[in-house]
């Protein structure tokens, strides 16, 4: 327990006293930077992120863990960390009792299984091969769902070059673009595991801990929902706005503001990505002009 002194904005008087969450996120590594810019993105600032080892927030009550990705799981299960960001290949790879609270939206990649390209991959290809992995729980999962017995070689890095020197026919590696196994002539056969980043927690927090993880939460949840969606300013001649207010619905439903010239307005909404291109043609179809878009950086419903 220690005392805050500049958290007035949150509601925290300067007398109060209360513990500091404690959130483990990756070191150095894939995870890292798109970590650092959610805790930034929520507008937590912290102390001299340089040192690495851990580090802490002035804004809001939060001690940052940098550790291995590989060891994060362990940390929150022991409540070492009370959450922690980590990939759910690592996660599922490492059984530790944690709950997820929230998928991130990056991180994404897939763990799959790759054979030489020059194969042809035939029913029953995996059926006694020897496959090279750094996740064999994850692979034996999978073996035993699809009744396939095959042999498992662990190894903790470089998986894909181990057709190339004869330990392995196939590998069970992370993939996103799939460059790497094009470079070491490879090609992907099967998706074993679709991953992403994910916010875990210690499954025993106490209440005021959870009260700063719903607080955490909220914010990030505002943040992601700011990036799925479009700020968008339009100029519709009059009689076509009833079709551009069916094409816009909005958050409650849209802005309209007259233009100095007479028969126009100026439309303002809200728009997903997901649908922005096919909208914004209909848009242009039902006689709108001058469409600007915008980023939003939060957004609260
Ligand atoms: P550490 O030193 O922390 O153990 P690492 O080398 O095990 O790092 P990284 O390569 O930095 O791990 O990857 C961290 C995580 O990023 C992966 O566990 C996975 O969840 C995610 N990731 C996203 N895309 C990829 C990819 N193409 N290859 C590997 N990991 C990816
Ligand atoms: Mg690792």
Redesign the pocket.
Known sequence: MESLRSLTSFGVTKTETMSKLRIAI??????YDDSISLLKECGIELRNVKDRLKTESDNFPLEVFFL???DIPQYVEDGVADIGIV????LYEKCKETEIIERLDF???RLALAINKNEEYVANYLQGKKIATSYPILLQKYLDENKITAEIHEIS?SVEIAPGIGLADVICD????GS?LFMNGLKEVETVLE?Q?VLVRNKDLNEEQLKWVDKLLFRIRSVKKAKRNKYILLNAPNNQLPRIFELLPGMRSPTVLPLAEEGWSSVHSVLSEDEFWEKIEQLKAAGAQGILVVPIEKMII
Do not use: E, H, I, P
């Open positions: 990756q070191k150095s590594g894939r995870l291995r990705d590989d990939g759910q290949n690592v991180g994404k990649c890095g992370l993939v996103s673009s790497t991953s980043a």
